[in-house]
């Protein structure tokens, strides 16, 4: 299939999977790369690795300590990043974008950082990343607070239907995905935050499947609190985001201690900077920062709405492929319009791993396991499945090879 034949893909596609050397490589065996495991990782455009490259070899230097020009470049450069970060999710001001190490780290910096104890309860739901989830149980068990979720249905959304007895005047938190790195269901982020702030609880939003693929506009979404990491988009690893409102994030105590992130300090006692720099202690991911910087730089030019119909375009031609391997299942919504690009699925009679490893034989790169979602996979009887993720890298021809080599695969284990 051309590109022409499938409306919603982006026009310029081979110019842009041309900005990104690795979907050059030939694998062994001669075959060409198939990378259809972006939920996982991104891959990155070469404006990335040059600016990151750049950075290293013409303006490297410790940010905000350093009384010398390359310091001052240095810091101009982090410090730009943050920016361009605020504008990518339309954040009102810069000060609330914080840099991490991850989302993971984020999470776990609010779970530490927001005040819970008994008679509290923190609302997740069946569908979270574990990072979303253990974080929060183990601040559960520190303050005595209770952990409830909202279940799933058949067809894998939120079951909303007991939303009034699980959030109620006794709730802090309100945590939930925006879409679910397993199932690829899209969450009602604006409803679910309005209902967190209705108790006056807190909604932490987990952006990192929907940073990549769709417009965040965490204004609209009306959140209190969003991660998402930079190696999901298109950026490097090592960096991450969290956003809070500024008044929010200045009510909170540190996460570390250390250097940068204080007023003054005597032997007795330290007073703490504002926001964002009082949850960035000691040198930060530098020039990671200046790579997700590129890396917003580089989705902002293409337009997220343009990236976001690409997803959803690919997404449906990938869910129609694959309704016609017999014996396959779909895990999660089989409508592409109000899902992620990410898929989930089980073959029956060959386990997801050996799904994985007979593709990956044929160049295609997919992901098999339990996707850090254990409890959504046992709420689906199943203990793993196989993932394939588009980006707005992935072209038809790509999804093809894939339907093809799962056939392969079904008659590999004898299967018809």
Not at 272 to 295: D, M, N, Q, Y
Not at 380 to 399: C, K, W
Request: with cysteine; aromatic share 6%.
């Amino acid at each position: 299939m051309t590109t022409t034949q499938l409306p919603g893909l982006l026009p310029e596609l081979e110019v842009i999977r041309a900005d990104f050397p690795i979907l050059e490589r030939t694998l062994a065996g001669g075959q060409p790369l198939v990378y259809l495991d972006s939920a996982n990782t991104s891959q990155k455009p070469q404006i990335v690795i040059d600016t990151m490259v750049d950075h290293l070899e013409r303006h490297n230097a410790n940010v905000a300590r350093a009384m010398h020009f390359l310091g001052a470049e240095a810091t101009e450069a982090f410090e730009g990043a943050r920016d361009k970060v605020a504008a990518f999710i339309n954040a009102p001001s810069r000060n609330e974008v914080v840099f991490t190490k991850n989302a993971t780290e984020a999470l776990n910096l609010l779970a530490r950082t927001i005040e819970l104890g008994p008679g509290d309860n923190v609302v997740v739901t069946e569908m979270e990343h574990h990072s979303n989830l253990v974080s929060w149980q183990l601040a559960c068990e520190r303050s005595g607070a209770e952990l409830r979720w909202f279940g799933l249905t058949d067809d894998g959304r939120l079951d909303l239907s007991n939303a009034d007895q699980l959030v109620d005047e006794h709730t802090k938190v309100v945590a939930f995905t925006w879409v679910s790195n397993m199932l690829g269901t899209v969450n009602p982020v604006s409803d679910l935050a309005a209902r967190a702030r209705a108790v006056g609880a807190y909604s932490v939003v987990d952006a990192s499947q929907a940073a990549p693929q769709l417009p965040v506009d965490v204004t609209a979404a009306g959140c209190d609190f969003l991660v998402f990491t930079g190696h999901k988009v298109v950026g490097p690893t090592g960096i991450g985001v969290l956003w809070g409102r500024e008044e929010l994030l200045n009510e909170l105590p540190p996460f570390h201690g250390g250097g940068e992130m204080i007023e003054t300090v005597t032997m007795a006692r330290s007073t703490f900077a504002k926001a964002p720099h009082r949850f960035e202690a000691g040198t930060p991911p530098i020039v990671e920062a200046v790579g997700l910087g590129a890396a917003v730089d580089y989705l902002s030019h293409i337009g997220m709405e343009a990236v976001h119909r690409h997803e959803q375009a690919i997404t449906a031609y990938a869910l129609k492929g694959l309704q016609t391997i017999p014996g396959l299942r779909v895990l999660g919504p089989l409508d592409a319009a109000d899902r992620g690009g990410a898929i989930s699925f089980e073959i029956e009679g060959v386990h997801p791993h050996d799904v994985a490893q007979v593709v990956d034989s044929r160049g295609i790169a997919v992901r098999a396991g339990h996707h850090c979602a254990k409890p959504a996979h046992a709420r689906f009887g199943v203990q793993s499945s196989t993932r394939m993720s588009s980006y707005l890298y992935t072209t038809p021809a790509e999804i093809d090879a894939l339907v093809d080599a799962l056939e392969y695969t079904r008659s590999y284990f004898k299967l018809g």
